[in-house]
């Protein structure tokens, strides 16, 4: 079964029950991980996991940190973008 591109089910649910927190000073740690075509992810995936995850030099298996940055830096950041 191919990668479904979707925010999981759990996620979406813990984000309405305010679970998480993005703050960049003093949030939770997000992680980004790559995965390979042969990955089994979906809407109802729960957990990271190392099937399917890509693998090379310079690629740490677990993914890097998403940098979280505040509201401010976040619109700068657009405004160049948008340039």
Sequence with gaps: MAITSTLTTSFKQQL???????KASG????????YTSSATLGATTTAFTTTGQASGTNYTSGGANLMLIQHLQALQLLQILLI
């Design 16 to 22: 309405l029950e305010g679970v998480h927190n993005f």
């Design 27 to 34: 949030g939770n740690t997000f992680k980004l991980a790559l």
